[in-house]
């Protein structure tokens, strides 16, 4: 293990002092502060001698590390880059307080057996629930202000509501949300899901052309259904657009979530990776969407699901399940699919471009020339930081050449898209 690696989880200031670099940067984005500056000055600063790890997770290459722990009242990732000395050069800092675990919230009201299964990067717990008919289902609060995901699109109930109104009912086939009911808790709802968990993607499982195909095609279908459609509760086409933008990550400073902590730093990665015109239009749309909804919503809106992605798809009995209806968005076939593509390409059987093709084949006349620009450009407002902290900060020789290779990809792109969209 490197020295550096074992002074972070042992809480040696001293040591860890010993295996910088005497002009190692360090970063820290932690609740009430964003600090920058020679690893000398700030490591004395602002850190404070502690006890070892009580959680640790750590990968390491000849470049560098990524490191998860949790220390007394506080969880933090590092990333770490290392010279070819053993030495630290850089080193990154995102902080945030502890949640409660699952099993310290109170269970959800729903008849059966109750044992929490985790959350995802939203911060919302899950349950699955063991019913008196020996039937599973998943169990999710919604509505309790505790995902900041949900607080980036307004907050709210919107599943459940989707849900009540009968909305996800009216979805073509051969998609279905796997929501069964929705349990009115205060003002809150418990959302209670079919468990498909053994019909998820999972992290490794690949999609064939024609598995993708369909995703798209069903995806089509439920974006002719109710192109034009008023439905109510969705959240608006630029707080989606802005999700990981300095909104969320102003409002989110002091909260528990690691990952509106990353974004700025995220973001700065970006910004320093590609040119400088296409760096000033993204930090200007992430400040002001609304030249690029604009354009994207010339002809219209439909019910977009969001966050259409592998790790809420489902492949069960035939049908495709598509989970977690919390980022519904009134919006256009573009926005949802920069975020399939950005997410799923690295698994599907087929190029970018061939992706493209069966995503306009299944669009029909709702997309032209412009809209795929307007999608690419949308892609790199949405999730520029990813693929910014990927190429620049990760560790991971592999990380970085995938966020390389989605650069070079993304970003003339999206160029193609800047005059029309700052011309207006």
């Not at 009911?181 to 499982?205: H, K, N, P, Q």
């Not at 989606?240 to 990550?249: D, E, M, N, Q």
């Not at 919390?326 to 471009?353: K, M, S």
């Not at 990380?399 to 390389?404: L, T």
Request: hydrophobic share 45%.
């Amino acid at each position: 293990m490197h020295p550096a690696l074992e002074a972070l989880r042992d809480g040696d200031l001293d040591a860890l002092a010993a295996a910088y670099l005497s002009r190692a940067e360090l970063e820290l984005s932690v609740p009430r502060e964003r600090v920058r500056g020679p690893a000398a000055e700030v490591l004395p600063e602002h850190f404070r001698p502690g006890v070892e790890a009580e959680q640790w997770s750590a990968r390491e290459w000849p470049e560098g590390a990524a490191v998860t722990l949790q220390r007394g009242a506080w969880r933090q990732r590092h990333y770490l880059h290392f010279s070819s000395a053993e030495r630290v050069a850089a080193h990154w800092v995102y902080a945030a307080g502890v949640v409660p675990e699952p099993g310290e919230i109170a269970p959800p009201p729903v008849i059966g057996d109750a044992r929490p299964v985790g959350g995802g990067n939203s911060g919302a717990a899950l349950w699955r629930v063991l019913q008196p008919d020996g039937s599973l289902v998943v169990v999710k609060q919604v509505g309790a202000e505790s995902d900041w995901v949900s607080r980036a699109v307004g907050g709210g109930t919107r599943s459940a509501d989707l849900f009540r109104t009968g909305v996800l009912g009216r979805l073509p086939e051969p998609l279905d949300s796997g929501v069964l009911d929705a349990v009115a808790d205060g003002s809150t709802y418990w959302l209670v899901m079919r468990d498909v968990s053994e019909a998820l993607l999972g992290d490794e499982r690949r999609l064939s052309r024609e598995e993708s195909r369909g995703v798209l095609e069903a995806a089509a279908a439920m974006h002719d259904r109710f192109w034009g459609e008023r439905v109510p509760s969705l959240a608006a086409c630029g707080d989606r657009l802005v999700i990981a933008g300095p909104g969320t990550w102003e409002r989110e400073r002091d909260g528990h979530d690691l990952l509106p902590k990353q974004a700025p730093v995220a973001w700065d990665a970006f910004f320093d990776a590609v040119d400088d015109d296409v760096a000033e239009a993204v930090r200007g749309l992430l400040a002001e969407p609304s030249p690029l909804v604009e354009r994207l919503t010339r002809r219209g809106t439909t019910l977009i699901h969001g966050d259409l992605r592998d790790d809420n798809l489902a492949f069960a009995d035939g049908r495709i399940v598509l989970l977690d209806w919390d980022l519904a968005t009134a919006a256009t076939p573009a926005d949802e699919f920069a975020w399939y593509l950005l997410h799923d390409a690295w698994r599907i059987d087929a190029t970018r471009e061939e992706i493209v093709a069966d995503w306009r084949a299944a669009e029909g006349d709702r997309v032209d020339d412009e809209d795929e620009a307007l999608m690419a450009l949308a892609g790199v407002v949405l999730y520029g930081w990813i693929l910014g902290h990927s190429a620049v900060i990760h560790p991971d020789p592999a990380e970085r050449e995938w966020g390389q290779e989605e650069l070079a990809w993304w970003v003339p792109r999206a160029r193609d898209a800047l005059s029309v969209v700052i011309a207006g």
